[in-house]
């Protein structure tokens, strides 16, 4: 005699192969928005890196004795007097861009997507013949209102203690 499929098994299998699909699918769309906030949060953490890197490298070169201070912070210009001339940081919160300029006069926009740190707000300020810098942070879409972590991320500055401000230092500074 012979069997075969009947109309309950025909659903059973159709069933399970529906809940695969769907299993997969899940993942497919859950691997992809990882992907995607794993992106957006890389790109932030790779501006800050950039500017913070860019601005410590600067400042490392600044000269300056007493009267003539190797640093300057007059809002939102931050001068570094070197040897071969000047170059001039420019922290501009409207316009969420952090620019720099070198001793030729050429302008590079660093980024464009600086923000005060919603805790500690920002805040630049000469100290012991170096910069401190409080509360900078980058966020991937400065203009959107969404404060989503996954799609709107936002990287500042915190070192281990939970203190969200760096210090940079000349190396050739005279007190003289």
């Known amino acids: 005699m012979k069997r075969s499929i009947t109309f309950v098994e025909l659903a059973v299998s159709i069933t399970l192969l529906v809940v695969?699909?769907?299993?997969?699918?899940?993942?497919?769309?859950a691997s992809k928005r990882f992907l995607r906030s794993s992106e957006t949060r890389t790109t932030v953490l790779?501006?800050?890196?950039?500017?913070?890197?860019?601005?410590?490298?600067?400042?490392?070169?600044g000269a300056g004795d007493i009267n003539n201070p190797g640093l300057?912070?007059?809002?939102?210009?931050?001068?570094?007097n070197q040897e071969a001339g000047s170059v001039v940081y420019t922290f501009d919160?409207?316009?969420?861009?952090?620019?720099?300029?070198?001793?030729?006069?050429?302008?590079?926009?660093?980024?464009?997507?600086?923000?005060?740190?919603?805790?500690?707000?920002?805040?630049?300020?000469?100290?012991?013949?170096g910069v401190r810098i409080t509360g900078?942070?980058?966020?991937?879409?400065p203009g959107s209102a969404q404060q989503d972590e996954f799609a709107n991320p936002l990287a500042t500055l915190v070192d281990v203690t939970g203190?969200?401000?760096?210090?940079?230092?000349?190396?050739?500074?005279?007190?003289?």
Request: hydrophobic share 45%.
């Open 46 to 61: 790779n501006e800050m890196t950039f500017v913070l890197d860019h601005l410590h490298r600067n400042v490392l070169e």
């Open 136 to 141: 900078m942070a980058i966020r991937f879409d």
């Open 93 to 129: 919160l409207a316009q969420n861009q952090i620019r720099f300029r070198n001793q030729a006069g050429n302008l590079q926009t660093l980024t464009q997507r600086f923000v005060p740190d919603p805790d500690s707000g920002f805040i630049v300020a000469i100290e012991d013949g």
């Open 72 to 80: 300057d912070y007059t809002a939102p210009d931050l001068t570094i």
């Open 163 to 176: 203190n969200r401000t760096v210090y940079f230092f000349p190396l050739s500074h005279s007190w003289r």
């Open 20 to 29: 695969i699909i769907l299993g997969v699918s899940a993942f497919d769309v």
